[in-house]
């Protein structure tokens, strides 16, 4: 059993930054994929970010890659999602995510460990 609790949310102007952080509780979390997606009150969970179980590999989607950064800290069983050039249509729910092989996906039924997310509001 893996929990997740994300941090760091919050309300940001138009090409801003925030860094979210993912605080996991287990002891195999270096065995992990870890993932961000977010979700927009009635429409579907979006993939942002992925990561494998060392950090040696990373996945992004075209509409953020370049502005946002993936990373994981073994050590403290932590992931965290830097967000840099922050657009209004980054707006969203932020959901941490956990998948218990060392592969990453950008597949969300894949994931079998979600965060109770964290808000984030670009404004313009």
């Known amino acids: 059993q893996v929990q997740l609790v994300e941090s760091g949310g919050g309300l940001v102007q138009a090409g801003g930054s925030l860094r979210l952080s993912c605080a996991t509780s287990?002891?195999?979390?270096?065995?992990?994929?870890m993932a961000w997606f977010r979700q927009v009150l009635g429409k579907e969970r979006e993939f942002v970010a992925g990561?494998?179980?060392?950090?040696?590999?990373?996945y992004y989607p075209d509409n953020v890659k370049g502005r946002f950064t993936i990373s994981r800290d073994n050590a403290n069983d932590a992931v965290y999602l830097q967000m840099n050039g922050l657009k209004p249509e980054d707006t969203a729910v932020y959901y941490c995510?956990?998948?218990?092989?060392?592969?990453?996906?950008?597949?969300?039924?894949?994931?079998?460990?979600w965060g109770q997310g964290t808000q984030v509001t670009v404004s313009s």
């Open positions: 287990g002891r195999t979390f270096m065995k992990y994929a």
């Open positions: 990561i494998n179980y060392n950090g040696g590999r990373t």
């Open positions: 995510a956990a998948k218990p092989r060392v592969a990453g996906s950008t597949l969300e039924n894949e994931y079998d460990y």
